[in-house]
């Protein structure tokens, strides 16, 4: 893209080719655009002339029969159910994952009794204790919620206790030499620092409830989204199938970017 | 003096919270499923579950899908590593490309990849390929993402001074961006490392015919529950041995 010593500047009639290139280099979204654009028409033409019809469906066609998918009879219930399942395992997450946060990080002999059994917790493969999970909570949605706050609860545990822990000494030696109670520095020393942890480890924690919900609901395929991903898959129609994955890729997505304009907003004041 | 000794003070008796914690919680176990009434099938008696680890690790029944989990993971990381650093790499060649790819990429990322395990077993089957490819789309985002980042966002000034200094594309590359970028992206193989492992260990769960994933599932349907727990144990100890040895490696390579 540099230019050579002794190119001669480009006069001022350009060909069409060289004004399209510098108005792409101008504006990155619009080469990504393109970018994404030529991998659906590479999927699409994949699908149409190459792929087996049992193994792959075009987008077009996928995106045009996704009403099919909200027809099939019981659908849109699991897709709903999903969604109550990632709430309340979200909202648990973050409830239980503060008070635990709090208690490990604000003292220290907690601290450091239980922050390396958190870690080690954290570290281990929780999808390997999944089947004790379907045992104990049965296959409706207590399992999933289970699995979930498994999965969201260390990674909100471990930023809280970092926020707290990442507080400068001095800022409260200085505010109990001005006489502060344990309430106001909480409230006024303590909190206003934690909230952009807090976010971000709310972020970290819809992540991990995401997946410890859909392994959940994946691993049950007798009922819920897990049976219907099983179904499409068995009965070869890639079509619903891509249709509904897309769907709750859709709704991943969304669900995250919430979360993460939250943590944005929120941390702004540290920022300037 | 003093202070050093409270210190040390204070460390043993967090040891000793830590070693009560984990005493209470075995003999609870322990008194719960011996006294208390609960059915083996929900919990096994701890001792149960020893005696079966032990029968686990003597007869050497675990070798063939512990052979099988292992090899997945090798092949799907050194796929994706492969892949992402050297994509990585290419992309990171031009600041515009990075501005075109990158977003699309960290886009990418923040889909839950597990969804696309019921496409892959389409497309792939049961076998060792679905979760091969399952291992690879998971570790992929963060291994070309950190690549990105190492080589991307080396500072100009090196790479202005190495060139005024006569060197050539080889030695700008092995003496300037290599270091440069070495420590994002070896973190970047062992966030990769981390997640095929767990994607892998997942998908054997959820549908596959061998793979230590499976075994625990087969268990627990045929609700052997005092093998099962000992089966993960057995994962939980061999995932933390891996985890460790990569952090290690990180570590190690990451000194100058």
Partial sequence: MTMEPGTVPAPPNRTAWQRIKKWFLARPWAARLVVILMLFIAWEIAARFFVDKI?????????????????????????????????????????????????????????????????LLYGTPQITILPLFILYFGIGPASKIAFGVSHGIFPIIVTIVAGVQNIKPILITS?????????????????????????????????????????????????????????????????????????????????????????????????? | MSASGDRRRASLASRGMQFAFVVILVGVWYLGTTYGGISPILLP???????????????????????????????????????????????SRSQYSIRVFEPLFAGMYSVPVILFLPLYILFFGLGPASKIALGV???????????????????????????SMGASEFQLFRWVLLPAALPIILTGLRIGFTVALLSILGSETIASLAGLGHRIVQLGEGMDTARMFAYIAFVVVIALILNMAVSTLEARAKRP
């Fill in chain 1, 55 to 119: 193994f792959l469906s075009p987008p077009s066609i996928v995106f045009t029969s996704l009403h099919t998918v909200f027809e099939t009879n019981g659908v849109p219930r699991a897709l709903e159910i999903s969604a109550s399942e990632i709430l309340v395992a979200f909202l648990m997450s973050v409830a239980i994952g503060l008070i635990v946060g709090l208690g490990v990080g604000l003292n220290r002999f907690s601290h450091r009794s239980f922050m390396p059994i958190i870690l």
């Fill in chain 2, 137 to 163: 789309t998971t570790s992929f985002f963060p291994i070309i993402l950190n690549t990105i980042a190492g080589f991307g966002y080396v500072d100009r000034i090196f790479v202005l001074s190495a060139r």
């Fill in chain 1, 175 to 272: 505010a109990k030499s001005m006489g502060a109670s344990r309430w106001h520095i909480f409230r006024w020393v303590i909190f206003p620092h934690m909230i952009p942890s807090f976010f971000a480890g709310m972020r970290l924690g819809m992540t991990g409830v995401l997946l410890g919900v859909l392994l959940a609901e994946l691993y049950v395929s007798t009922a819920g989204i897990g049976y219907f991903t099983s179904l499409f898959t068995q009965s070869f129609n890639p079509t619903k199938l891509l249709g509904l994955i897309s769907v709750l890729a859709a709704m991943a997505i969304g669900l995250n970017e919430i979360v993460r304009r939250a943590e944005l907003h929120y941390s702004r004041w540290r920022m300037n």
């Fill in chain 2, 45 to 91: 008696n701890p001792v149960a579950v020893y005696h079966e680890l032990m029968d686990v690790l003597a007869t050497g029944e675990y070798v063939s899908d512990l052979r099988i989990t292992l090899m997945e993971l090798v092949t799907a990381f050194s796929i994706s590593s492969t892949v992402g650093v050297t994509l990585g790499y290419l992309i």
